[in-house]
């Protein structure tokens, strides 16, 4: 009999050790995210360059060490021609991008020091977009960000998307001027001036480097469960971007749940109160 006992008491103490364990673990491997991560509606005049920030909202389950996006536009109306470093990561590496058929991919990771991480709580922006305005003055084009990668100091705890995208739109400005015509009223006449270039906010004096589609995936990690920091290259001179054909992602924003999971309360008290009772009960037949 008291073997018996023993054998129940063991095997009730391993069908509950597992429950108690999955109710402590997204604890411990909750993954890099944020209240938000995107940018702004923008605009600009034909053949001029606009900075665009794109920004991180509130960073959690950090320190950020890496970050890795895409932004999908139509070419037809603006092009990435340079990405700059942002407020909150002046001391990273220069940013490396890509320009696709779709869009332009970018990556941004500090040096390798802790102290340059993003911080838990931290906000401000990330990189600075340099886009050229290529399309006619009316027409408008989405900035959709999607397959948003977040690293922490690990290097292996990675978020895909766990921060709500923040999307924006780019509208080109037409440039409207009054001018008298010869019978004395005014005339609409469109300026084909060019504008000076929108600069929201400062800019490093660091370029970022171009690189080719065909080396993007020795140089930007894709949708893998490890990024280390070493795979963004040191700054370089610009170089020349000539896209291949590669399938088009869908514009639209990759939307995934990010419900932190809820603090374990009555199951984790209710299977301990089980270990205890169990124990309880064998030492009770023991004596007896």
């Not at 009730?12 to 108690?20: A, E, N, R, S, W």
């Not at 673990?25 to 991560?37: E, G, H």
């Not at 900035?143 to 922490?152: E, F, H, P, T, V």
């Amino acid at each position: 009999m008291e073997k018996e006992n023993t054998r129940l008491t063991v095997c009730l103490t391993l069908l509950l050790v597992p429950v108690i364990f999955g109710m402590f673990m997204p604890f411990a491997l909750a993954q890099p995210t944020a209240d938000s991560f995107g940018m702004e509606h923008a605009s600009g005049y034909k053949n001029t360059t606009v900075s665009v920030p794109v920004t991180i909202s509130n960073t959690q389950n950090g320190p950020v060490t890496c970050i890795i996006f895409d932004v999908a536009y139509d070419n037809n109306v603006i092009n990435v021609v340079d990405v700059k470093k942002g407020t909150i990561t002046t001391s990273w590496r220069s940013p490396a991008y890509c320009d696709f058929d779709w869009g332009t991919k970018v990556s941004i990771a500090y040096t390798g020091r802790d102290v340059e991480a993003i911080q838990n709580g931290s906000s401000g922006i990330i990189a600075l977009l340099k886009f050229r305005v290529v399309g006619e003055p009316g027409e408008t084009t989405d900035m959709c960000l999607n397959n948003l990668q977040l690293s922490d100091l690990s290097g292996e705890n990675v978020g895909f998307d766990t921060a709500p995208a923040k999307n924006g739109t780019f509208t080109i400005d037409t440039n409207l001027t009054q001018t008298p015509s010869s019978t004395g009223s005014p005339s609409l006449n469109v300026s084909p001036t060019e504008s000076p270039t929108v600069s929201p906010v400062g800019e490093s004096e660091e370029e970022g480097e171009a690189i080719t589609p065909d080396a993007v995936e020795s140089v930007i990690p894709i949708a893998t469960p490890t990024i280390t920091p070493s795979v963004v290259p040191a700054a370089a001179s610009p170089v020349k971007v000539s896209p291949s054909p590669i399938s088009s992602p869908s514009l639209a924003p990759t939307a995934t749940s990010t419900a932190a999971p809820s603090p374990p309360g009555f199951d984790a008290i209710f299977a301990i109160a089980c270990v205890l009772a169990v124990a309880y009960l064998v030492q009770r037949r023991r004596k007896a």
